[in-house]
Every structure is written in structure tokens, then in C-alpha cells.
């Protein structure tokens, strides 16, 4: 019995990828897919998971989404409603979501470029590359595509609801009611050069921000990514990667501006959104600079091209025999 | 010579293939394309039609826009022009517009799912999957990825058009008015928490229907469904798609919010766009939700898997034959 | 030594190729990329350009950004500095920002035509295509498709930018500043029915052309081209595209309405932005015209198709020799 079983998983594996070849085909013409569904009882008998590469990151990303969506509705809806008997409610579906938004977007792109630096600084510590990474250090490295496409994603919805504001029912009574203030305060003039300097350069960065994430999220496509060299892919990846991530962190900076140190954004001890969004993006290319000085990138060079530390050197390992096991 | 005709042209048949290859490689390249282009004399002596399986689904777009349209310009522009001699001409560009795009585009998306429904009830009441659907549904049933993309396409046209909104002149005009008659009337505060709260849910799921949408097109790119293996590829379209049908008509839905009862939106007892638009995508949805309860799924997924009722099942049907046919 | 060192460099090149493929298919793996890089000890001595066919497009690109964005700069913001002593920095970041793009982003679609018209002119002119072209002009021919990318990668970022506008503080405060004069001055219309018109026409060509040029580009993808045939690839780049210059410069002649002769426009004796981004596509569309009456079209197609003048003919000229040259 057992051999028999062992036998029909055996054939179960060989029989699995002409079944999918099989379908797809089919998909495309005219005739329709699941009429061709009466294979499955040849199929296999559990399930394989969907999308495995992406399950981590799109978790990370729900859970970034949640915790971020719980902290900006606690400060700017609760808060107000419970303290100050304020009805903000209205605020949920757009602006609290759109708060959410790019906060996670910038950590899951400050995730992208993380474990690169941390794998620097442990080969630069252990002054070899010929010993493995921990294992969570190489699935992490693994997924950072997945985790930069993620982040591109959001980035846009953030884009389309940064876009939507003005035409918002909420903006517009508010544009009325300030229209209507100021002629009663009989101010000519509503000009507030830095508000208008501040949002100008804030909107800018994003656009830049976000052409930037396109580019690379158009060259990970698979037809555009084969058609890449190896130095043309790692180029763009890292290049423009780290460009888009100094402009995003930026374009947060900018939207703070002055708030930092204004006590009314700190409510109940919070700090804002956008002082949390900045810290591990912050963090991030200030650890990637402190590793631009020539003694250590010439080192990080050496080790990456198979030079060792005299002491750390094996003897039993010719260069390339890692590449081989 | 008939006989060398005759030769010829079975000559073409082979040429034409090499020819196609040729050139494109061709074309990458520094030499024009059209400069080789002599090769026309050798070419099929009658043209191929341009992209033959979206003919049909472009004709079905182009009919239904043309329908939105008019019927959006005799309501909205017409009949105030003549019953109350306002003129609304310039609405034409974009408002018109932007009422016939998204009512295309939500009857495109219900048009994606329909047949799916149509077959599987024709499989309940048939009892058996080994009968050929009728060429109208097979035919439906292979444009589908068409009509969804032109759901896609026509979508993000919709939420330009949308956006563009509060950048019009008309718009900027209207809102100087209001603040003027605000003034005139000194009220203070303009705020309408109803229409505040419908324009804010109407945004978000607008925006989660497109970043939804986007997702599906994206994964039909041959690039990356060819990396997909079946089971995620029909979780991505069924899935996702149903649930952005879910959200788009929850989102068309919600633009309408009260107007359903409101009768001065039946001008010339014609029901207003959303409503028109908002019934086949509700009809596809209750009848997926019809086929949900276990009773009917159960059924429907033996069918598929094989299973015929007693009195349907030919002694000539081993079930793997209709696919070798 | 030297031979060795010789035979070294012949094999290098050879095992240039599998290394790339190697190194690609690792990388998608857990292994993480560059932990195959010992191997560049092995690599190519001199390192190969990036993007060879991008780097002259690009520097077009950056080179007509600078000039249109210093030209806007001059007269939006340092001519009214110096003049009227008023200050204007703070349209740099978005508003002249969002000059420059447009024009570099339609001369750069223009400069896609330009070539194949430049091309057709020299056969008409020489009467044979069996003549190959000057080097410039094959080499401009080769680089449309990523002139053509660019130019719509620009025209997102002008969208964006354009759709921006109204999120801005500095048009909140001028609608604030435009409310309280217009109570001021008891006006109660603000309506300007020519200023309506400009703008919805504008805002309806334009996302049509961004709606063209979309669907241009990602039939560029290689895997969506590689599935078209060559006459459905040059349908689309042909009809699509000049359609989509067309309706981009009637966007650009609509944006500029009558000012065209409106002496305000004309600081420093300079024309206005769009006066000068229409010379160009406008050149291209008149030419293009010019070459479709039948006369000219005819002879344009019997010379492609192979036809010689007379005088043109050269003997030792067998009809498909050149192609295999």
C-alpha cells in the first residue's frame, strides 16, 4: 500500500505541470477554462498555497496598514471627540486612510533597503562573505521586491487621495466658510507665504517621488527585467531606489516642516504621523551614508569581490565553491 | 498558370510567418523598418484584420459610450436648455463626459461576469459539463479579459476626469458665487454633514474599486500571468473582480445616496445615470450571491468536477474524451 | 604569462553570457544577488554602458527640460522680480516646473514624427529607397520608440502636477482673496463663459491625448509587442500616435486660447511658452498633411513597395538584394 502511495505521488508530480501548461493554453482560445476542470480529480491532492513569495510582505503590509490606521484615527478622530466633544468622524474613509497610506508606503520602502545594509554590516563585521546569512536576514532579502512593488502601490492610492482632497464636500464648505471669515474679519489678504511654500516643495517631492517608484516598478516587470543587463537592473534598483527613498523622506520632512516642535500636534504624548513615517526612512540613509566614506566602501568592495580578513580566512575555501553547493 | 497561381499562394502561407519575424527583429534594430518593406510584394495579397478578438468588444464600447452619452446630454444639457432655457453647453467637454465613461465602464465589468453565471446556471439546469455551450456564450466567454481591460481603461479615464474637477474654471466660478451668497445670507458655516459623509465614502471606494482593477490588469500582462500558476490566476480574477464589482457598485451606489426617491432627478420621466448603471452590475451580483448558498455551489462544483445527473449521463462520455474532441 | 593571460580574455567573453543568466535566475531565489559576486573577478575588465540606447534621448530630454524650465523662469518669475518687483518664487516648484514638462514632453512627440517624415521627403526626392539613409537620420529613426516613451512619461508627471493645482495653498488663498474682492465689489456672478469653455475643452483633449499615449506605451512592453502582429505594432504607433499629437497640440493651442495676440503675454519681447512648444508638433502635422493627398501618398507607396524612377534605376539592383546585404 505505502508503495503504491508513494508511487501515485510520484506520478501526482509529473502529471501536475502539463495539467497547468495544459489549462492555460486552453484559457486563451475559446474554449473556457473550467470546462477543462474535470482534470482536477487528477489533481494534486492538497492545495498550493497563493502567491507564496508575496504572503510575508502583504502581512507586513495589512499589519503596517492597521497599526497605522488604529494610531492616526486614536490622535485625529477620538481625540478630538472625546477631549474636545469634536464630531471628526467624517475624517475615517479619506483622510485617516490617507494617513495610513503613505506611512506605510515609506516604511515598506525603508524595508527594501534595510537588509541590504544590515547584510553590509555584517559582512563588514565578519570580514568574509563566505559564511551564510541567518535565515530571516536571507528570506527578508528575498522579498524585497515584493515589499517595493507593495510600497509603489500605495504610494499611488496615497497619490490618488492627496488628489481627491479639493474635490471633497468637506473641502469645499471649508473653503466657503474661510471665504466667508475672511470677509467678515475684512482681511484682504489670506496669503500665508510659508504654508505656500511649504505645500509647493511637499507636493512637488511626491511627484518626483513617485515617477521615481514607477520607473522601478515598470523595469521589475518580467519582460522589461530579462531585457535588462545585470548591471542595468542592480542600477536601477539601487540608484534609483535609494534617489526615491531621500525624496520621499524629504517630501515627509516637508509636510512636517515646522510642526516638530509644536506642542499642539502632540496630543495626548503622541507624536504625529509623520514624525513616526520619518525615523526608519531617516535612520535607513543615514546608516547608507555612514557607509559611503571610501575605508569602508573600498573594504565592503574587497569583500563582496572575495577578499578576506586574514584572520577570518578558511582554509578549505576556494573562491568560488560556494556558488557551487 | 492557375496551377502556378495556385502554387503561389501556398508559398504565401509560409512566407508570411518568416516575413512577420523578420521584420520585427528588424525593427529593433538600427535599420528602419519600413525600409524593408519591399517584401509587401511578396506579402498576402488580402490584409489580416487588425487585432480580431477586440472588434467585438470595442464595438460594444464605442455603442454603449455613444448611448451613455446621449442619453446624459439630452437630460443634462438639452432639457434644461429647452424646458428652462439655462444653458449647459458647457458641460459637453467633461461633465457629459464623465457621466458615460464611468456607466460604460461599471456595464463593461458586469459584462465580465455575466456569462460566467449564464454558463454555470446552464450547467445546474443541463445537469453535465459535456455539452458545448452555444457559440454566442463561448464567444462572450473569450473576450472577457477585453472587456475587463477596456472596464480598466475606461475607469482611470474617470477618475482624470473626476479629478480635473475642482481645477475647471466653472468650478472655481461656482465656488466664488457660493461664498458670495454665503456672504449675502451670513451664514456661517456652510457644512452639510450628509453630503460631507457621501462624497467621502463615494472617494474611498472609488479609489479601492481602480487600485483594485489595476491589480487585475497588471496580473493579465502576458509577462506576469505567464508567471502565475492557474489557481492564481483565476483567484486574482474571480476574486478580486468580483470584489471590485462589489465596490463599484457600491461606489456608484453611494454617488446616488438619496436621489433614487428624489423626483426631481426623473426629468422627463427619464431615471437618472447612476440608477440606469447601477442595475445590471446589482443583477450579476445577486445572482452570484444566489449561487453561493452550499446547496447550489456543491452541486455546481461536482458538475464541474465531472458528476452528471442520472438521467443525463451518455454511456459514451469517459470523462477526460471532450477534451481530446 | 601572457598567453595565459590572452587565453583568459578570449574565455572571458565567452563566459560573460551564462554568468548574467546565472546571476539572474539566482537572484530571484533566497540566495541573495550579490553573494554571487565573487565572480566579477572573472567579469568583463571594462565595464559595459548602461542603457547604450537611452543615453542619447535622455540627454535630448534633460537638455530641453533645462531650456524650457530657465526660459518659463525668465519670464514667470524674474521678469516680474525685476519689473514689478514682485515676488513669484514660489511658482518654481510646481508652476514653472509644470511649463517646462509639457513643452519638452510634446516636442519630444513631435521629434518621434519627425524623422519618418524627414525619411519619406528624401525617398520622394531620390526616387528609390535603395539608397541607405545619412547616419543621423537612422540613428534618430532608432531611438523614437524611447523618445516616444519619455515623452509620455513627462506627460504623466505634467498630469499629476496639472491635477495638483487646486490642492495647493497658493490657490486656496487666491480663491479666498477672489471671494473677498468679489463681495467687495458686489459682484454676483463671476462667471466668464469664454474662460469656462477654454478650460473644459483643455482639460478634455488633454486626457485624451494622456489616454493615447497610455495605450501606445504599454503596447511597447515587450512581452504585449512581441504578441502583436507588425501590421497591428504600426497601426497603433502610426494612427494612435499622430491622433495623440493632434489632440496634444489642440490641447496646447486651447490652453492659449486668444493670447496668441494678447501683447500682455509678450514680456521681454519673448513669446509665451505655448506659442513656442506649438511650432514644432505643428511643423510635423502640416508636412504629415501635405504628403496625404493622393498624388504624393501614391508615389510615397509605389517606392516603397520597390518602385524606381526611371533615372533612379540601377541595373545591378535585384529588388531584395539590399536586405540581405
Not at 495544459?22 to 498555497?49: D, F, H, N, V, Y
Not at 547584510?119 to 568574509?128: I, K, P, V
Not at 499642539?264 to 526612512?281: D, G, H, I
Request: aromatic letters at 12%; hydrophobic letters at 45%; one cysteine or more.
Amino acid at each position: 500500500f505505502l508503495g503504491g502511495q508513494a508511487q501515485s505521488h510520484g506520478s501526482l508530480l509529473l502529471k501536475c505541470k502539463p495539467r497547468e501548461g495544459l489549462i492555460i493554453k486552453t484559457q486563451s482560445g475559446a474554449t473556457p477554462l473550467w470546462q477543462t476542470s474535470s482534470l482536477e480529480l487528477w489533481g494534486p491532492p492538497r492545495e498550493q498555497p497563493l502567491f507564496p513569495e508575496w504572503q510575508v510582505p502583504l502581512r507586513v503590509t495589512f499589519a503596517l496598514l492597521a497599526v497605522t490606521f488604529i494610531y492616526t484615527f486614536l490622535r485625529e478622530v477620538l481625540q478630538p471627540y472625546l477631549v474636545l466633544n469634536k464630531n471628526n468622524f467624517y475624517k475615517v474613509p479619506v483622510l485617516v486612510m490617507n494617513k495610513a497610506l503613505p506611512w506605510t508606503s515609506i516604511t515598506l520602502l525603508a524595508l527594501v533597503y534595510l537588509p541590504g545594509l544590515l547584510a553590509a554590516m555584517l559582512q563588514l563585521h565578519r570580514g568574509t562573505k563566505y559564511r551564510r546569512f541567518p535565515a530571516w536576514l536571507a528570506g527578508w532579502m528575498s522579498v524585497r521586491k515584493q515589499l517595493g512593488l507593495l510600497s509603489f502601490y500605495l504610494a499611488c492610492l496615497h497619490a490618488l487621495y492627496s488628489l481627491c482632497y479639493p474635490m471633497r464636500r468637506s473641502y469645499r464648505y471649508k473653503v466657503l466658510n474661510w471665504a466667508y471669515q475672511q470677509v467678515q474679519q475684512k482681511k484682504e489678504d489670506a496669503w500665508v507665504s510659508e504654508d505656500v511654500w511649504r505645500m509647493e516643495i511637499y507636493i512637488s517631492l511626491g511627484i518626483m517621488t513617485l515617477g521615481l517608484l514607477a520607473v522601478i516598478a515598470v523595469a521589475s516587470l518580467p519582460s522589461i527585467s530579462n531585457s535588462l543587463s545585470w548591471r542595468e537592473f542592480t542600477w536601477i534598483q539601487r540608484s534609483l531606489g535609494y534617489t526615491a527613498l531621500l525624496l520621499g523622506t524629504a517630501h515627509a520632512l516637508v509636510f512636517g516642516w515646522s510642526k516638530w516642535v509644536d506642542p499642539a500636534q502632540y496630543v495626548w504624548y503622541t507624536p504625529p504621523s509623520f514624525v513616526l513615517a520619518c525615523l526608519l526612512p531617516l535612520s535607513v540613509l543615514l546608516v547608507k551614508a555612514a557607509m559611503l566614506p571610501p575605508c569602508l566602501a573600498r573594504r565592503l568592495e574587497l569583500i563582496r569581490r572575495g577578499w578576506e580578513r586574514p584572520d577570518r580566512r578558511t582554509s578549505l575555501s576556494p573562491k568560488e565553491e560556494p556558488l557551487l553547493t
